[in-house]
């Protein structure tokens, strides 16, 4: 495979942008050796600078759901842009959307656009905040809510430990407020409540976690969860911003029949454009400027352009509900192709699947929570993560994220993606 192009690019691009990449998980650091650049996409296939071709698993992280390029979102934009890009005041299209939102994802009441997940879930945990006065809020270990200070607390080793130990330049102070526990361990989620009794304002998770592979919820899990926040007038936050419109049309709360009190959404809802959105009950909502006190804006909210690409996406899979089903058929097609191909080749491994979603760990036991994603042998993911490069297949390049699939995918797609790891798996082991 020649990457020259991409390896210049690379050499160039990193004496004016840090580490020559926007988000760093571009960067291939976790897997080793330099990111490819892309030139174009469509349907399902990723096109670099040098001309070679690829599977996509990555769908920009989840809103090309539909593949790359769907010729109804192209010809939205191009057809909104020529009114201008943004007008810092309101549009009809926004009533649209929000409609949209709330008919798709009924619990919602009320809904504020914003222009990334990280922005709509810091909002929501301030809004949670200001609403119950409180100031503590639980978030899981390996859950990633983005980039705003208190979500970057990574979990200490016992759960009644204050995690003063931060990312640098994320303050003690915040750090102090932001309690972890392990996915899936309702008891220690009970024992922080218990010691922080009437302190915690919201309990934030990702219904189904994907930002250390596919991990589900273990039955009763959520449950537990909305009864405690029920019990003990906290928050119940779902980030949905992978799970939005991808697990349902409604999302995961749809998918597992758990209402949180608060979601937030990112990637799909966009089409592909930055977005964002955080909504929920009117109770809770209601506190937000300018009809309450909690402060919160944005000079690009509910940006035309993003709105319009947006909500194309979103009719498509609200108009069409047999896409999830295609969806799922799809990627149980290529559980079932890869545990084959896996099994054959004698190495231990655990596929985590829900939906579109799916996760491959080289584990021995069962992938529930972040130490267990941790325990895998990622060293082995990370050479079949090139192997299958090499192969035409762009998985995406960390062994704790998500597979996405799209429905541009067809099954032959599925077919070579499966040989491909039975030749990737075979030259490894
Ligand atoms: C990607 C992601 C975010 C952050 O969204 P950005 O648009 O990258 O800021 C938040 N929560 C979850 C669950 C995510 O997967």
Known sequence: MNTINSQQLFARAQNSI?????????????????PLFIKSAKGTYLYD????QYIDYIASWGPMILGHAHPAIVAAIQEKA??????GAPTALEIDMAELIKTMAPNVDLVRMVS????ACMSALRLARGYTGRNKFIKFEG?????ADPFLVKAGSGVATFNIQTVPGVTAGVANDTLTCAFNNLAAVEQLVMENKGQIAAIITEPVAGNMGCILPEPGFLEGLRSICNREGIVLIFDEVMTGFRLAAGGAQAAL??????????????????VGAFGGKKEIMQHIAPLGNVYQAGTLSGNPIAMIAGYTL???LH?????????????????????????????????NRFGSMLSVHFSQKPVTNFADAASANNALFNQFFHAMLQRGVYLPPSAYESWFLNNALSYADLDATIEAARSSINSLC
């Open 319 to 351: 108009s069409n509900p047999a896409i999830y089903t295609e969806l799922a058929n799809k990627t149980l097609y290529l559980h079932e192709g890869l545990e084959k191909v896996l099994q054959e080749a004698g190495v231990p491994f655990v596929i």
């Open 82 to 87: 020529l009114f201008s890009t943004s007008y």
């Open 116 to 119: 990334s997940g990280t922005e």
């Open 49 to 52: 600078v040098d001309g070679n």
């Open 257 to 274: 029949g758990i209402d949180a009190d608060l979601v937030t959404y990112g990637k799909v809802i966009g089409g592909g454009l930055p």
């Open 18 to 34: 840090p580490g020559g990449v926007n988000s760093p998980v571009r960067a291939f650091k976790s897997v080793g050796g330099e």
């Open 314 to 316: 979103l009719k498509q």
């Open 143 to 147: 859950c990633y809510h983005g980039h």
